[in-house]
């Protein structure tokens, strides 16, 4: 009777040991709070009435520009251009279509990746069916190697050994 009130004392115990190793990160000071809106003011960074918008996206032209990473030079870019329209990728229109798109015998098609037809993938899920390949709960075995007897005589008829029984 003592073992159950033991056992409940010791885990009670480690679960309040664990809830204070458990201490939340420091708060922030006022100090800090206050350097923090400093600089959300300074950059326009509160938003405000219904839209959401921050200060900056309302007026631009009153808060500091986000230093922007370098972009492309002219000639990357009429370089990209000559590019886009060899290969068709140009949109025209308000649809969206790219020239590709609306005339592709005139560019170049992409290579097509080698892949199986649809009938071979039919062919390749029977076959495993058949041979019980199809993988099944947490560990990851195989129909095949988890009841072998049920399996072993059609892959025999096939040739192969595995899982075969003995």
């Known amino acids: 009777m003592k073992t159950p009130r033991i056992l409940l004392a010791a885990l009670l115990a480690t679960s309040v040991a664990g809830a204070f190793a458990q201490q939340p990160e420091q708060p922030k000071t006022r100090a800090q709070v206050k350097a923090e809106l400093a600089d959300a003011i300074r950059a ?7 839209t959401g918008r921050t200060l900056a996206e309302s007026n631009p032209s009153r808060y500091p520009q986000a230093q922007q990473a370098p972009g492309l030079d002219r000639a990357q870019v009429v370089a990209e251009l000559a590019q886009a329209r060899r290969d068709g990728d140009v949109q025209v229109g308000d649809a969206g279509h ?43 075995e195989s129909l095949a190697q988890q009841a072998p007897q049920r399996y072993a005589a059609q892959r025999a008829r096939d040739g192969e050994s595995r899982y075969a029984s003995n």
């Open 44 to 50: 326009g960074d509160i938003p405000f009435g219904e």
């Open 98 to 140: 790219t020239l590709a798109e609306i005339d592709p015998s005139a560019y170049p098609q992409a290579p097509r990746l080698p892949g199986l037809t649809r009938a071979e993938v039919k062919a390749e899920l029977a076959r495993a069916i058949r041979d019980g390949d199809i993988s099944v709960g947490d560990r990851g």
